[in-house]
């Protein structure tokens, strides 16, 4: 079992900054890969990021590429998720998750994380 805890989101104006971070604890974070989702309302909830279990490989929707960046701390147990150039279509509930099955080609199918956050609410003015 992994325990996840999300931090760091709240109210900015388009074009600035945040930086989310998400504490695991229990299993050995290490072992995991871990994901950023997020869910706007009366949207489903879509793939943001990943990072490796080693940090090593980062993975990237599209709307989001160039202006966010996930990273990860394993001697924190901590995933992070800066976000920057924030436009009002960010505005959602982001989610930290972890996977444990690590294949290569689902990094951003929800199915393959095991455990999930509360989630942190993201709300950006135009």
């Known amino acids: 079992q992994v325990q996840l805890v999300e931090s760091g989101g709240g109210l900015v104006q388009a074009g600035g900054s945040l930086r989310l971070s998400c504490a695991a604890s229990g299993r050995t974070f290490s072992n995991y890969r871990m994901g950023w989702f997020r869910q706007a309302p009366g949207k489903e909830r879509e793939f943001v990021a990943a990072i490796s279990s080693s940090g090593g490989s980062t993975y990237y929707a599209d709307s989001v590429k160039d202006r966010f960046t996930i990273s990860r701390d394993n001697a924190k147990n901590t995933v992070y998720l800066q976000m920057n150039s924030l436009k009002p279509e960010d505005t959602a509930i982001y989610y930290c998750?972890?996977?444990?099955?690590?294949?290569?080609?689902?990094?951003?199918?929800?199915?393959?994380?095991?455990?999930w956050g509360q989630g942190t609410q993201v709300t950006v003015s135009s």
């Open positions: 998750a972890a996977d444990r099955w690590k294949y290569l080609s689902t990094y951003a199918d929800s199915r393959y994380y095991d455990y």
